[in-house]
């Protein structure tokens, strides 16, 4: 099955600040926007990612982007020079993140419920 579960698609309490998971028609990359946690109309960022399925549970593995964020890349990628990769391990009503910097390995946690 290479659907993401439609029932991930909603809105997420993270420690990043609230994020929102969405797919177009028709698409198999999955997008979503996390608002800053104190100004919570502010977008702080943007992940682009795709689905792999799992037997008990779905994975999305892919990248953040920001504006601004605690370390500058060395390149560009999707218009920025701040960004990163990451993935989530979806089951029930949360998910186990893992995030890092540019190309760097995975390691800082990125993990939420179902707001």
């Not at 993270?14 to 028609?25: I, N, S, V, W």
């Not at 037997?55 to 060395?74: E, I």
């Not at 089951?91 to 893992?98: A, E, N, Q």
Request: aromatic share 18%; hydrophobic share 35%; charged share 25%.
């Amino acid at each position: 099955d290479n659907i993401f579960p439609l029932e991930y698609l909603t809105n997420w309490e993270t420690g990043e600040g609230l994020m929102a998971l969405m797919r177009a028609p028709e698409s198999e990359t999955i997008r979503g926007v996390y608002y800053h946690p104190v100004r919570t109309n502010e977008v702080r960022g943007k992940i682009v990612t795709s689905f792999i399925s799992r037997r008990s549970a779905s994975v999305l593995t892919g990248f953040w982007f920001q504006t601004v964020s605690d370390k500058k890349c060395n390149f560009e990628k999707n218009g920025t020079y701040y960004w990163g990769r990451m993935s989530f391990l979806f089951k029930g009503d949360s998910f186990k993140g893992i995030w890092g910097y540019c190309g760097d390995e995975a390691d800082y946690s990125w993990n939420g419920k179902r707001a």
